[in-house]
Structures are given as structure tokens and as C-alpha cells.
Nanobody
Framework: QVQLVESGGGLVQAGGSLRLSCAAS????????MGWFRQAPGKEREFVGA????????YYADSVKGRFTISRDNRKNTVYLQMNSLKPEDTATYYC????????????????WGQGTQVSVSS
């Protein structure tokens, strides 16, 4: 059973940047795709994007494309979400999750959620 721990959230002004980290336990981290999701109060969970097992492929939701970048360091069992040009509508709790395979881009193909980290963007 993998354990995921997100960190790096905080309060930032619109236009600013944050980098979230997701540290994973276990020896099989590099075998799986990783994804980022977010959920704002009163809204459904939104799929932000994903990265393949090797980091060679990435996928982004249209709402974040060009502003967010997902990367991973398999030596450190960590996946990152670099968020630039943040907007108030990016305010949410951000979660990482492990894919069921080496490359997943369907939100239904992710599980083993972390506890989340809060991102708040002020206008």
C-alpha cells in the first residue's frame, strides 16, 4: 500500500507561483503514473494532470495548460506540480494520486490518494 504526502501549499497573490510536492513511500514508485487533482469547496474534484512512469509524457487539463507543469524525480520518489500565473480560481485543495498503470490520463484510473495540501490565491 503506497502512502502519499503532499506539501508546498499556501497563500499566494494572483500571478504568483507555488510548487507542490508529493512524496511517495514504497519501492515501486517509478513503475506508476502519477496524477494531480484539486477540489474547491462546493465543487467536484477536478483532474489537473498526469505524468507517466518515466516522466516522458505529461497531460494537462485545459484549465491549467501552459501555466502548470508536472515533473517527477524517481530517485526521490517524489512528483511535483509547478504552478505559475496563479489565478483566484486555482484556489483548492490539491491531491496527488497514483495511477493504476505506467501511463494513465483518465481520472478513473487513479487511486491511493494523499491527504491534500491547500492552495489559496488572493486577487
Amino acid at each position: 500500500q503506497v502512502q502519499l504526502v503532499e506539501s508546498g501549499g499556501g497563500l499566494v497573490q494572483a500571478g504568483g507561483s507555488l510548487r507542490l510536492s508529493c512524496a511517495a513511500s514504497g519501492r515501486t514508485f517509478s513503475n506508476y503514473a502519477m496524477g494531480w487533482f484539486r477540489q474547491a469547496p462546493g465543487k467536484e474534484r477536478e483532474f489537473v494532470g498526469a505524468i507517466s512512469w518515466s516522466g516522458g509524457s505529461t497531460y494537462y487539463a485545459d484549465s491549467v495548460k501552459g501555466r502548470f507543469t508536472i515533473s517527477r524525480d524517481n530517485r526521490k520518489n517524489t512528483v511535483y506540480l509547478q504552478m505559475n500565473s496563479l489565478k483566484p480560481e486555482d484556489t483548492a485543495t490539491y491531491y496527488c494520486a497514483r495511477g493504476f498503470g505506467s501511463w494513465n490520463i483518465s481520472p478513473r484510473e487513479f487511486g491511493s490518494w494523499g491527504q491534500g495540501t491547500q492552495v489559496s490565491v488572493s486577487s
